[in-house]
Antibody, heavy 116, light 106 residues
Framework: VQLVESGGGLVQPGKSLKLSCSAS????????MHWIRQAPGKGLDWVAY???????VYADAVKGRFTISRDNAKNTLYLQLNSLKSEDTAIYYC???????????WGQGASVTVSS | EIVLTQSPNTMAASPGEKVTITCRAS?????MYWYQQMSDASPKLWIY???KLASGVPDRFSGSGSGTSYSLTINTMEAEDAATYYC?????????FGSGTKLEIK
């Protein structure tokens, strides 16, 4: 199982960014997927979940600003980040859903810095 | 939202020492999950369904608990166990994590 995030970077407040997570080593279409973030020096913060059938759930802090999606043909998970705020600065991890909202495989993370 | 409170926030243990990390939930949960995060690395699932060890986890680790009180125990501390450990509840959205326990080796 391998998950590789990309698309991170430095972005100004109010701007947008799109993260990707390329999956391999398992049948991507059969699994739900999560995005989790970790602000510098802080703990883990769940962001969003998409089921194998593309149902979605979001944390309140990102609802209406972030969109999780997937392309099963490309084995890729996405996170569209809009209206970014300084408090969105974090490493963003994608993770495979093991069962019942548990993450059994994590990517290496993509760093997002929101600053003017 | 279910708030998970871990204790202690940080601790140091000597090799061979027994270590216990606790996680208390603001509401009853059916299971607890634990992740290990080494410095500058991604988290790894460590214990699932309260007491089951993830693949490759040494059997000196154990998990227990029910309702609102859960714990992770290391029977005999080893240097490679130095890391931050997070508890997580699976089944009520938003999914939530504890604030983490940083475990250091003396």
């Amino acid at each position: 199982v391998q998950l590789v995030e990309s698309g991170g970077g430095l972005v100004q407040p109010g701007k947008s960014l799109k993260l990707s997570c390329s999956a391999s080593g398992f049948t991507f279409s059969s699994y739900g997927m999560h995005w989790i973030r970790q602000a510098p020096g802080k703990g883990l913060d769940w962001v969003a979940y998409i089921s194998s059938s593309s149902g979605t759930v979001y944390a309140d802090a990102v609802k209406g600003r972030f969109t999780i999606s997937r392309d099963n043909a490309k084995n890729t998970l996405y996170l569209q980040l809009n209206s970014l705020k300084s408090e969105d600065t974090a490493i963003y991890y994608c993770a495979r859903n093991f069962a019942r909202g548990v993450m059994d495989a994590w990517g290496q993370g993509a760093s997002v810095t929101v600053s003017s | 939202e279910i708030v998970l409170t871990q204790s202690p926030n940080t601790m140091a243990a000597s090799p061979g020492e027994k270590v216990t990390i606790t996680c208390r939930a603001s509401s009853s949960v059916s299971y607890m999950y634990w992740y290990q995060q080494m410095s500058d690395a991604s988290p790894k699932l460590w214990i699932y369904d309260t007491s089951k060890l993830a693949s490759g986890v040494p059997d000196r680790f154990s998990g227990s608990g029910s309702g609102t009180s859960y714990s992770l125990t290391i029977n005999t501390m080893e240097a490679e166990d130095a890391a931050t450990y997070y508890c997580q509840q699976c089944c009520s959205t938003p999914l939530t994590f504890g604030s983490g326990t940083k475990l250091e080796i003396k």
